[in-house]
């Protein structure tokens, strides 16, 4: 198995490793599957139902300050840039800016996903902001205009 692979496994706790093992691990190619498999078995020398029954069924709740993941409590997320899709019901400055950021510049406004590296959840999605009462009443509105 690739070195790097393993030094980033070695990172990861048993309960880590297993919601990797359930979510992330049937998205990657066969024999990375395999590789993974193998290192479960013969140097963390725990079998796949053991680790599974460290997943738990609620979500989790924490008080903690800095992120976690709400699927399976881990800190370990990458973030990456993606283009915003600038939301025409949201007017505050941001707003503006990256309209007129894109229209000076012809290139696009990205802004920050975050994701957790155990489990793939998706932990900030800029393009999926909760909206609030009043952003989703004028969304509604100007949709019945439109119609
Ligand atoms: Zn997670």
Redesign the pocket.
Known sequence: MNEKIEYILNQLTDKELA?FLKFKVPTYVKTTQTDILKYIEYKRKITKSQLFSLIDKDEITSNKEFLI?K????DKMFAYDVKWHIPITHFNAENEFASLYQRATGKDYNKLKVE?F????IIINPNNERLSFWEKLLKFLSLSILS
Not at 71 to 74: A, D, F, T, W, Y
């Open positions: 919601y993941c699927r399976c409590g881990s957790c155990v489990c793939g959840k």
